[in-house]
Antibody, heavy 120, light 107 residues
Framework: EVQLVQSGAEVKKPGESLKISCKGS????????IGWVRQMPGKGLEWMGIIYPGDSDTRYSPSFQGQVTISADKSISTAYLQWSSLKASDTAMYYCARERGGGYDYLDYWGQGTLVTVSS | AIWMTQSPSLLSASTGDRVTISCRMSQGISSYLAWYQQKPGKAPELLIYAASTLQSGVPSRFSGSGSGTDFTLTISCLQSEDFATYYC?????????FGGGTKVEIK
């Protein structure tokens, strides 16, 4: 069974750094891209970026380029999304999802989400 | 980037109704379109890909149609568990963005 399990909710202050994780199981982790999707409170889905754990090839949406860093550790089947300096506007639910194809495709399995709250 | 217009943003319907949701693109995307369902407090789930192919396990009352610029998600006989928000996603060009969503609520 394909599963993506994300790390737990985080409460941070503006300016702090953060790294959240997404652990894949039940499939070949290095053979599928993993994407990240943001959902701000009460809003829709926003595609942030994607990584191929096999070789760490990474692509970012222009809206998120330079704002976050996506990485992966294939030895532990885990992808990451990180911020170096959080802002209140980063408050959102973040989902990881397995991408079906080659770098921008549909997302067939999703993690449960990680809620990030940034508040002073 | 491709602009996507999903309509309506809110749809009020009753159990047993046939409902349709539209997703229109600013340019042609062939059949590179997916539909997702998101229930409150839950992660989205894939319903349909390639515009009309049902994901494994999705009930047959869901169907998708269209190609090029105009796409439709149809729920043939709305069930109580179908009250949720639905999103389309194009994956023809980068970035593979989502439509604004359609909330299907109880009338």
């Amino acid at each position: 069974e394909v599963q993506l399990v994300q790390s737990g909710a985080e409460v941070k202050k503006p300016g702090e750094s953060l790294k959240i994780s997404c652990k894949g199981s039940g499939y070949s982790f290095t053979s599928y891209w993993i994407g990240w999707v943001r959902q701000m409170p009460g809003k829709g889905l926003e595609w942030m970026g994607i990584i191929y754990p096999g070789d760490s090839d990474t692509r970012y949406s222009p809206s998120f380029q330079g704002q976050v860093t996506i990485s992966a550790d294939k030895s532990i089947s885990t992808a990451y999304l990180q911020w170096s300096s959080l802002k209140a506007s980063d408050t959102a639910m973040y989902y990881c999802a397995r991408e079906r194809g080659g770098g921008y495709d549909y997302l067939d399995y999703w993690g449960q989400g990680t809620l990030v709250t940034v508040s002073s | 980037a491709i602009w996507m217009t999903q309509s309506p943003s809110l749809l009020s319907a009753s159990t047993g109704d046939r409902v349709t949701i539209s997703c229109r693109m600013s340019q042609g995307i062939s059949s590179y379109l997916a539909w997702y369902q998101q229930k409150p407090g839950k992660a989205p789930e894939l319903l349909i890909y390639a515009a009309s192919t049902l994901q494994s396990g999705v009930p047959s009352r869901f169907s998708g149609s269209g190609s090029g610029t105009d796409f439709t998600l149809t729920i043939s006989c709305l069930q109580s568990e179908d009250f949720a928000t639905y999103y389309c996603q194009q994956y023809y060009s980068f970035p593979p963005n989502f439509g604004g969503g359609t909330k299907v609520e109880i009338k």
